[in-house]
């Protein structure tokens, strides 16, 4: 036999390899957020008569809330499959600690769904005219931001898995939760225009990020305890 | 090394069962009995460690399973109504996660598992594209991977042809003698070398009205 024991690092290893393969077989799940996020900020320049320099204003605002609401829409499909296919049993179930597979799966969800979101939302910035020295802070904002957000609509995800239409729901727990993050997140941009220094800002940025990773696992794991009775 | 004392469990303000007490020791068979509806699930549920909506103790070698998670766990095998495999992934990925939940990595054990049982060649195929029997034979390919000595096990033959009943109940004839112990439902008349206890939910509720 060539068993070999896996420590904890490569049992998450095989939760994040499932996880990529799923993603990358089935792409909607990494386009249809992106399209998302596009298609929703795009609209914000047709929806009234704006000057570039009032759109310039209000960009990361209208960013960040879109991010936010791509974040939480791709979140719906992180246990569905798994709770409907029983593989979710399967998950808690396992000898290996359930906080630190939870922490991987939404990472690796992140990293499908998050990740190119702050990748592409330079073009947006372009596209809602944001001046030249918000383009930095902004990428930086989301890259600290949106896995913070993932974190946190995780658990909202969790807790409504095992209801058949949990859309409203949803947003309904999860927007009032993530209110710091879009603050903060928004405001890196708007305290980069000002000529401000962005330390303070970054370091609650980065400080939520880590509050969310460290403390959300548990939420989500009690949440999928509930949802699975 | 499963002892049930004083299980009872209500749902919808129905009592499902109450006062349930038995054990399961080392190479023992217990079919759980009862019509639709009795809470046959529920109780599995519950020995599993997925349902805590419960009075009464599970106790696992003499200890609560709540306070012994991760030693219970590391005991137990669980198969569910659903089959636990992924449509969109493929067995040999579906049985790597399986296998990396339960701290090892054996892609040579994962072939002979499938081989066994006759989805040799179908390991890189979609689950999608298989049949629910076949679906339901790379579920039952965990057993040959999972070193678990207790077997918890919810309606394991549906689905299955004659040939894939008459296998799986080698499999766990072949597990009881070994020293494990298994606990199931069904509604087929099992076939087994080893005596089977039973607990009739039916009889419980009759009983105790």
């Known amino acids: ?229 | 090394m499963l002892t049930v004392a004083n299980l009872g469990c209500e749902r919808d303000e129905r009592v499902l069962f109450d006062h349930l007490s038995f054990s399961v020791a080392n190479g023992m068979l217990l079919q759980i009995q009862g019509a639709n509806g009795s809470g046959k699930t529920t109780l599995l549920r519950i020995l599993a460690g997925l349902n805590s909506d419960y009075t009464g103790e599970v106790l696992w070698r003499g200890q609560n399973c709540r306070q012994t998670r991760q030693e219970y766990q590391q005991a137990l095998f669980y198969l569910g109504h659903a089959p636990a495999i992924n449509r969109t992934l493929t067995p040999l990925q579906n049985l790597r996660w399986f296998c990396g939940l339960q701290g090892f990595s054996d892609d040579a054990a994962i072939h002979a598992a499938l081989q066994q049982l006759g989805l040799a060649g179908y390991a890189d195929i979609p689950c999608h594209q298989m049949s629910a029997g076949q679906q339901r034979r790379v579920s039952l390919a965990r057993l040959s991977l999972s070193a678990a000595p207790l077997w918890i096990m919810d309606e394991p033959f549906t689905a299955l042809d004659k040939q894939g009943v008459a296998e799986l109940e080698a499999r766990v004839d072949a597990h009881v003698t070994s020293g494990g112990a298994v606990i199931l439902t069904t509604h087929h008349a099992l076939q087994t070398r080893h005596l089977l206890t039973v607990v009739n939910l039916d009889a419980l509720r009759t009983e105790s009205a």
């Open chain 1, 1 to 229: 036999m060539s068993r070999s024991a896996l420590g904890l690092a490569g049992s998450l290893g095989t939760t994040l390899q499932r996880e990529l393969q799923l993603a990358f077989s089935s792409p909607g799940r990494i386009v249809n957020p992106l399209m998302f996020f596009v298609i929703a900020v795009s609209m914000f320049p047709l929806g009234g008569r704006m000057s570039a320099e009032v759109l310039g204003t209000i960009a990361a605002g209208v960013i960040w809330v879109t991010a936010l609401l791509a974040v939480m829409l791709s979140m719906e499909s992180l246990f569905r499959s798994d709770f409907d296919d029983g593989s979710l049993e399967q998950l808690l179930l396992s000898p290996q600690p359930l906080y630190f597979h939870l922490q991987v799966k939404v990472l690796a969800h992140w990293l499908v769904t998050g990740l190119p979101l702050v990748v592409i939302s330079p073009l947006l910035g372009l596209l809602l005219h944001l001046p030249e020295a918000g383009y930095g802070p902004l990428m930086l904002g989301l890259l600290l931001g949106t896995p913070a957000l993932s974190m946190i609509a995780a658990i909202g995800t969790a807790l409504t898995v095992g209801l058949a239409r949990s859309g409203l729901l949803l947003a309904v727990l999860v927007l009032p939760l993530s209110i710091p993050v879009l603050v903060f997140g928004a405001g890196l941009v708007d305290t980069a225009l000002n000529g401000l220094p962005l330390t303070g800002v970054v370091a609650v940025l980065a400080a939520l990020l880590v509050l969310a990773g460290t403390l959300a696992p548990l939420a989500i794991g009690a949440a999928l305890r509930i949802s699975v009775h």
